[in-house]
């Protein structure tokens, strides 16, 4: 049976998704690294509320599916209403780590930070490997840095998990031929000189 986990920090809808725009960089520039033929299939493990949808514009109506995978159901509410208007949006209520979708049925596989939340985050990057096809693509952004993410995050309940990057990278790249690897700074709001560091990783299968 699925656990239903509350909405983080107690943010909703918009004010949550407003607040990780803030912290979490590097999300659309990979969104668009990502983007492949029109009619492929797209799949999200972390989807949370579906913001992703929004990164990916007009361009989200040429794909021929979207899988949005997350357990947090008031997150996936907030999902299922952005993507009404869309027919080719499918919300999936499972955990990233065992999705029930089919063997090889991806040809984009994103982890948007969501491996920080995870604590089966290897199970999910092989859950990655398994739906994607033949020459598909696995696109991942997050936290890099030893002391990423910070408390004040965690206290949120935003970041449940503290897995280094350096673990995550090693494990993406014995899995997938790397393509691409960035690591940068996002400034933080109110905190001059400040930075979010984080990393994007883009793999084939």
């Known amino acids: 049976m699925l656990q239903?986990?509350?909405?983080?920090?107690?943010?909703?809808?918009?004010?949550y998704d407003e607040?990780?725009?803030?912290?979490?960089?590097?999300?659309?520039?990979?969104?668009?690294?990502?983007?492949?033929?029109?009619?492929?299939?797209?799949?999200?493990?972390?989807?949370?509320?579906?913001?992703?949808?929004?990164f990916l514009g007009d361009n989200l109506d040429r794909l021929a599916r979207v899988f949005?995978?997350?357990a947090n159901r008031p997150l996936l509410?907030?999902?299922?209403?952005?993507?009404?208007?869309?027919?080719?949006?499918?919300?999936?209520?499972?955990?990233?780590?065992?999705?029930h979708l089919p063997d090889r049925v991806a040809d984009v596989v994103?982890?948007?930070?969501?491996?920080?939340?995870?604590?089966?985050?290897?199970?999910?990057?092989?859950?990655?490997?398994?739906?994607?096809?033949?020459?598909g693509w696995i696109g991942v952004v997050d936290f890099y840095g030893p002391n990423w993410p910070p408390t004040w995050l965690e206290r949120r309940d935003l970041i449940p998990h503290r897995t280094p990057a350096s673990e995550q990278l090693a494990c993406l790249s014995e899995r997938f031929r790397l393509v691409s690897v960035e690591h940068a700074y996002g400034p933080?709001?109110?905190?001059?000189?400040?930075g979010a560091p984080f990393y994007r990783f883009i793999g084939a299968r």
């Open 19 to 54: 607040f990780r725009d803030r912290v979490l960089y590097g999300r659309q520039e990979l969104v668009h690294d990502l983007l492949v033929e029109p009619h492929a299939v797209w799949v999200e493990l972390g989807a949370g509320t579906g913001r992703t949808l929004d």
């Open 68 to 70: 949005l995978v997350d």
């Open 77 to 99: 509410e907030v999902a299922n209403r952005r993507s009404r208007k869309h027919s080719n949006v499918t919300i999936v209520d499972a955990e990233p780590s065992s999705t």
């Open 188 to 194: 933080l709001p109110y905190l001059p000189g400040a």
């Open 4 to 15: 239903t986990r509350p909405v983080a920090g107690g943010l909703e809808g918009a004010y």
């Open 110 to 135: 994103l982890c948007s930070y969501s491996l920080t939340t995870m604590s089966e985050w290897e199970e999910a990057i092989e859950e990655a490997r398994r739906l994607l096809s033949p020459g």
